[in-house]
């Protein structure tokens, strides 16, 4: 724990150089610049007054959808994602799946685990599926390599995210009054589109309205999708070679792999003819084998692909489980995808949320403001939103005071 403290500081100033050298830079020329707002050298914000106009020919493609088949998708999604479940693939992560809890439920399963609990140890809380929250902190719970990915995979869904808000909103005819993103010390960023919320109140019918407000979720589901598509293609036999598998860091002697021959910077492709996508996907393919059962190994190295027969070893540290003696890490394709996947999943769960100023809170309070009134529809979901954002706050405190944190920390 200690390394990694001492690690992260170094890693925090430079990103914060890097931060005021770009704003430095940009600020010479903020009179010019229309478009660009620099708020005491601390924060960027980009706001344009033409969104609308750009949005438009998106709004026009949708229009082609039928209202009812948008609105059924987009608001069954959402509240299957806000209520039970996030349909969403689980591929990226090694597991044939298609769904998992949504974060209410997560967050209701956390206060059981911590009533139920008569200690907050660590193993206890795992034990009673306490799901621990870790912050995406550069150089303290990722490194800034990583980080990199963290940034332009986010700005992806954002961007996308904010997209889909405003085309809908244009294709139930009404207005996208401006846009734009904001961005400060790298560590706080987001985007926006400004929508003419009196205007679509009047104007739009119930479902219009919730469609409109579930549409950035139900675009990030999609690319979340897409993350797991490109996966799959990654993983087709004239691609595999190039960009799938999993690098080989290390072979341990006297284990199966070193007999086999495997040798060290090679690309495990195959193991009995499946593609090993990813770390993960290795795990789950060994999941089930016993020590002194065989298997095939495709690997590459210096351009050439050989199959080596190996028998399972039992792992030391764990006795009765395999153990293949090599130590893999993740091709750079695959990480870009993982943290693409990540990020858009963890859209779609924060911000199906019934919470303000969460799209989850906006979806509450319209659906209650049309059956309760406007002034019982706040008061609920006000106080759905200080439960919401307790639970929140309790979660990461647990999870950074006992320690799990570390176990979603990448």
Do not use: C
Request: aromatic share 12%; hydrophobic share 50%; net charge positive.
């Amino acid at each position: 724990m200690g390394v990694r403290a001492v690690q992260a500081i170094p890693s925090i100033l430079w990103l914060f150089i890097a931060w005021f050298i770009i704003v430095g830079m940009l600020y010479p020329f903020k009179n010019r610049l229309k478009l660009v707002k620099i708020y005491y050298g601390l924060a960027i914000l980009v706001r344009g007054e033409n969104v609308h106009q750009a949005i438009e020919p998106f709004a026009k493609l949708l229009s082609k959808v039928p209202e009812w088949v948008l609105e059924v998708l987009i608001i069954g999604v959402f509240l299957s994602s806000m209520v039970y479940l996030v349909p969403a693939p689980l591929q990226i992560v090694g597991v044939p799946g298609f769904s998992f809890p949504s974060f209410f439920r997560i967050l209701g399963n956390n206060v059981y685990a911590l009533l139920t609990v008569k200690t907050s140890s660590p193993t206890s809380l795992v034990t009673h599926k306490f799901v621990p929250l870790a912050p995406l902190i550069p150089g303290v719970t990722i490194d800034l390599y990583t980080f990199m990915y963290v940034l332009i995979a986010i700005g992806i869904g954002i961007l996308v995210h904010e997209f889909s808000h405003g085309a809908l909103a244009i294709r139930f005819k009404s207005r996208v009054k401006s846009g734009g993103a904001f961005l400060s010390l790298f560590l706080l960023y987001g985007g926006f589109v400004e929508l003419d919320e009196k205007e679509m109140k009047e104007k739009l019918s119930l479902p219009q309205l919730l469609t409109v407000y579930g549409g950035g979720v139900f675009a990030n589901l999609l690319l979340a999708y897409l993350a797991v598509g490109l996966l799959l293609i990654a993983n087709l036999p004239g691609l595999i070679n190039y960009i799938g598998g999993v690098v080989i860091a290390g072979v341990i002697k006297g284990y199966p792999a070193y007999q086999a021959g495997i040798v060290n910077g090679s690309v495990l492709l195959y193991a009995n003819g499946t593609a090993v996508q990813s770390t993960y996907s290795l795990l789950y393919l060994l999941e089930g084998a016993k020590p002194g059962e065989h298997l095939i190994l495709t690997t590459l190295s210096n351009g050439v692909i050989s199959n080596h027969l190996i028998t399972l070893a039992s792992d030391p540290n764990a006795p009765g489980f395999p153990f293949i003696g090599v130590m893999v890490q993740n091709r750079e394709f695959y990480n870009f995808l993982y943290w693409f996947w990540t990020l858009n999943v963890t859209l779609v769960l924060l911000n199906s949320m019934p919470a303000f100023p969460l799209d989850g809170g906006q979806f509450i309070y319209s659906l209650l403001a049309r059956f309760a009134g406007e002034r019982r529809a706040m008061l609920v979901t006000e106080v759905l939103s200080i439960v919401v954002w307790g639970l929140i706050i309790l979660t990461i405190y647990i999870s950074i005071s006992t320690g799990l944190w570390q176990l979603v920390a990448p």
